[in-house]
C-alpha cells in the first residue's frame, strides 16, 4: 500500500513530538476503559441540571437546526449535553474513539493510488479526532490541518489531548499558519490532507435551511493544485456505536469554481448531520453568520 503521508520529501509539512501530557490529562486517561459509560451517565445528570449547560447546548441546535427541524431542537440538546460530556471523556480513551469502522477505504486508497493530493474534506461532526486515528489505524495515515492555537505548548488540557488523538498511528499535523501556500505544496506532493470544511468565512451559502458564511479554501486548494476530493462523514448507531464513511474521489475540475465545490461538499454532508445532529460540535463555532440589513 503506497504511503504518502510519510514521505520524506522536504517542505511545509509538520509533525511535532505529542503535546506534554498533563497531570490532568495522565490522571483522567488513568481511568479503565469499561467505566467511562457510567461517569458519563453520572455528570450527563449533574450537567442536565444546570440551566447554563441546557440553554447553550438548546442555542447550538437551534442554530444548527431549528430552520430546518425546529421540531427536533428540545431532543437535540439534551442529546448534545449528553454528547458533551462524552466527548470531553473519551478523549482521553482513544481505543473508543480511534478504531472506528471505515466504510470505503478503499476510495481514499484509490485516490492515493493516483499520485495526486487528495483533501479529506470532513465538518467537526462526531469525534473527528477519533476519526482521524481510525484511518491510520485502518492503515491510510494522513496529515491535518490545524489551527496554531491547538499546537502551542501553553494549549488547553483538552486541545493538547485532541492533538495527541488526532496523531496517533503515523498521522500528522500542519499548522493553519503555514498559509495556503504550504497546504497546497503538500497536496503537489500527493500527500493526502484533512481540512475542515466547516470554517468561518465570506462565502455566503445555505446549511440545513440557514444563511451562513463559510470559507471555500479546502475548494480552492483543491481546484489549485487537481487535489481529488474526498469526503468523512460520521455516523452513530442507535446503540452508540461509532463509525465513519468516506466518500468516493471528487474530481474538482467538474466544478466551475471553488464556491460550487463547496456548495457540493456541504449538500452532500447535511444527511449525515440531520441524521445525528448533536454530534456536531459546536456549530455556533464553525460558521459566520451573515450581517442583517
Known amino acids: 500500500m503506497a504511503d504518502h503521508a510519510r514521505s ?3 517542505g511545509p509539512r509538520v509533525s511535532e513530538k505529542p503535546p506534554r501530557a498533563s497531570a490532568a490529562m495522565l490522571a483522567r486517561a488513568a481511568v479503565p476503559d469499561a467505566l467511562v459509560p457510567a461517569i458519563t451517565r453520572a455528570r450527563t445528570r449533574r450537567k442536565l441540571t444546570s440551566e447554563t449547560a441546557v440553554s447553550k447546548a438548546r ?14 431542537v428540545e431532543r437535540a440538546t439534551r442529546a ?4 458533551d460530556v462524552m466527548r470531553s471523556e473519551l478523549r482521553y480513551h482513544p481505543r473508543l474513539i480511534g478504531r472506528q469502522p471505515v466504510t470505503n477505504l478503499e476510495a481514499l ?5 493516483t499520485g495526486r493530493g487528495v483533501v479529506l474534506s470532513f465538518l467537526h461532526h462526531g469525534h473527528y479526532e477519533g476519526a482521524m486515528a481510525s484511518l491510520a489505524w485502518a492503515g491510510s495515515p494522513l496529515g491535518m490541518l490545524v489551527s496554531d492555537d491547538m499546537l502551542a505548548p501553553e494549549a488547553p488540557t483538552f486541545l493538547r489531548q485532541h492533538i495527541r488523538v488526532g496523531r496517533r498511528d503515523g498521522n500528522w499535523t500542519m ?6 501556500a504550504g497546504s497546497k505544496a503538500v497536496l503537489e506532493r500527493g500527500e493526502v490532507l484533512a481540512v475542515a470544511t466547516d470554517v468561518p468565512g ?5 446549511f440545513l435551511g440557514a444563511q451562513r458564511l463559510g470559507s471555500s479554501g479546502a475548494a480552492r486548494m483543491a481546484l489549485d493544485t487537481g487535489a481529488l476530493v474526498v469526503m468523512l462523514f460520521a455516523r452513530c448507531a442507535a446503540d452508540g456505536t461509532l463509525s465513519i464513511e468516506l466518500s468516493e474521489p471528487i474530481e ?9 465545490l463547496l456548495l457540493h461538499l456541504l449538500a452532500a454532508h447535511e444527511a449525515p448531520v440531520l441524521a445525528w445532529p448533536e454530534g456536531y460540535h459546536q456549530p455556533r463555532l464553525r460558521w459566520g453568520v451573515p450581517a442583517e440589513g
Do not use: K
Not at 448534545?80 to 454528547?83: H, L, N, T
Not at 465570506?202 to 445555505?206: G, H, Q
Open 109 to 113: 486508497e484509490r485516490a492515493r493510488a
Open 59 to 72: 442555542a447550538e441546535m437551534e442554530f444548527l437546526i431549528g430552520a430546518i427541524r425546529p421540531g427536533d
Open 8 to 10: 520524506t520529501t522536504t
Open 252 to 260: 474538482p475540475g467538474d466544478f466551475a469554481d471553488p464556491h460550487q
Open 202 to 206: 465570506r462565502s455566503p451559502l445555505t
Open 80 to 83: 448534545y449535553v449528553e454528547r
Open 175 to 180: 499548522p493553519a499558519s503555514s498559509g495556503m
